[in-house]
């Protein structure tokens, strides 16, 4: 089995004109897509992924896993969890983690701009959300 980029923490922090979301990796930052969405859908259940929000932002990561070759968790943290320090993001959850594919989901107050770009030492995505 191929060794696949881990996620290993999610960090969120507040700023005067946005909110920020990093996922932090093991390996290279992997290929991101995002779009709004009007609901969550938990990969691969194909469920809907219940969080706090009125518009919802999907980040789809390839190739990038929450867990290890031998299917041990690398991201500590909780699957799912409130940011009431944020002004917009409300909630961050991670709605799927199957076959190289890893989803995270945000819950937004209002539908805004939207700036994802990675940075290096430490690899991370970062995830800028405006106020």
């Not at 919802?56 to 929450?66: G, M, S, Y």
């Amino acid at each position: 089995m191929t060794t696949l980029t881990a996620l290993t923490a999610i960090r969120v922090g507040r700023h005067e004109t946005f909110d920020r979301v990093v996922l932090d990796f093991t390996g290279p930052v992997p290929q991101v897509a995002h779009e709004f969405t009007d609901e969550l859908i938990s990969d691969p259940s194909g469920e809907i992924e219940w969080l706090t929000g009125s518009e919802f932002i999907q980040l789809t990561l390839q190739p990038a896993a929450a867990h290890d070759d031998a299917g041990n968790p690398t991201f500590p943290g909780p699957r799912k969890f409130r940011t009431r320090e944020l002004a917009n993001v409300q909630a961050v959850v991670v709605d799927g983690d199957f076959e190289g594919v890893l989803s995270v989901g945000l819950g937004l107050r209002v539908r805004t701009s939207v700036k994802v770009f990675d940075l290096a030492s430490p690899n991370r995505l970062v995830i800028d959300v405006a106020h």
